[in-house]
């Protein structure tokens, strides 16, 4: 328990080192990374260099800080932190080299401003974060390892066949290399896949969500090359399109994450997609053809045009298996006369027609394409926890203001 005054201390330092933006974090990682540099095989490299990982984690340090006296609120933000943590190896034993190098940055970016009292008042309030992580991610350690076909971190999995999607997404198609039976996952999940890749000295972690349904002897992960002109090319997708190929092993972490569909629900579902965002949706799509196929569902993707449409087959088959089912395409740059239901963005107008009351949906794409959908989707009198979404980056959201989107 901390004392009236250390809460005192803590709620009114957190503006002023809100204010100092992501400084103390950004400071706070160079100086761990420096002193850990194994930590370099955990933490993903592009998201330090675009700064995405160090607002993250200020953000949620900030937002946890501000409710010091009421963690139990943030439960619902640190368990999908949790399911990342659990899905990369984070241990117990990191915490304290968190708390360590944070508290010293702290003090080397604030200078006089950060009394002793102020650092102590915050290593209370840091250790009571930290257990709130730990005890949930112990939790999950064991789960992941006791569950049926469960193991411990990462284990490796085979290449058996490699299906191109699209002229941009690539599926893989693993099957654990001790023949062991697959866990169960929820559908929407993703896996963490660790790899060595030439020229990089340490390990790299990116997580890819399963794109097929649960119960089937292989798990399937759809991956976009990325490579964006002017751009550096994506190093981990161009490596699994380009180097991987059947018969290879990758290592891959037990199912995580909690954008997942209830499925012993029948209301209806409406899924709502743009470009590679449509994985975890397919994964949800296959669940429903393959155990629920009355339900009324509604799919609607966003693609570029049809060269780049990946699952275009794979939806219509599954369609033709779901008698409520229905599809709706988007193209927003059709290359030639192309067949979609839709030429241009998203519009609160297509969105209108798939409102229907007791539904949920599910949305996942670019961050301008959720924050419109999901905008509109509030606008049309949707409420708030019928919106379920997944970024394919670090997650901001406990530390979002009111009324924000993303
Ligand atoms: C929960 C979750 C699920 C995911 N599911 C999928 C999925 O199903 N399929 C899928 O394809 N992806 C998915 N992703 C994304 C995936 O994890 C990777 O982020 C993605 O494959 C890119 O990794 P990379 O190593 O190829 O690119 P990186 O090397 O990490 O680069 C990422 C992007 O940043 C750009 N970049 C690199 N360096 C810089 C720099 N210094 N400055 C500016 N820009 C830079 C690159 O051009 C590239 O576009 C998911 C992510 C999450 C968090
Ligand atoms: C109380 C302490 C901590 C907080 C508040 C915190 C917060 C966060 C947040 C908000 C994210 C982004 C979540 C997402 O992507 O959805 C994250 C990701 C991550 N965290 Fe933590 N974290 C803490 C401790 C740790 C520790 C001890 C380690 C290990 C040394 C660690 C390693 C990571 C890694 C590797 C990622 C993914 C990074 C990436 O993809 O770039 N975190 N954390």
Redesign the pocket.
Known sequence: MLSERTIEIIKSTVPVLAKQGTEITSHFYKR?LSN?PE?LN???????QKG??QT??A???YA?AERIDQLETILP??K??A???RS?G??KE??????EN?LAAMKEVLGDLATDEIISAWEEA?NE??N??IELEQRMYADAENMEGGWKDFKPFVVVDKVKESSVITSFYLKPKDNAVLPSFLPGQYVTVKVKVDGHQYLL???YSLSDAPGKEYFRISVKREAEPDQPKGVVSNYLHDDVQIGDELNISVPAGDFTLDVTQNSPVVFISGGVGVTPIMSMLNTIAKENPSRPVRFVHSAKNEDVHAFRLEVNELMNRLPNGTSFICYTEPSRQESANHTGYMTKDILKQFISENADYFICGPVPFMKAVINYLKELGVASENIHYE?F??????AQPEGSTI
């Open positions: 761990m850990h930590l955990i933490f993903n490299h592009t998201n330090q995405r990982q993250a984690l953000t949620t340090l946890a933000a640190v999908q932190i399911h990342k943590h990369l984070v241990k990191h915490y304290p080299i968190v708390g944070l840091y974060i930290a709130v992580f972690n990116r997580q970024f980056g670090p997650a901001l959201q406990i």
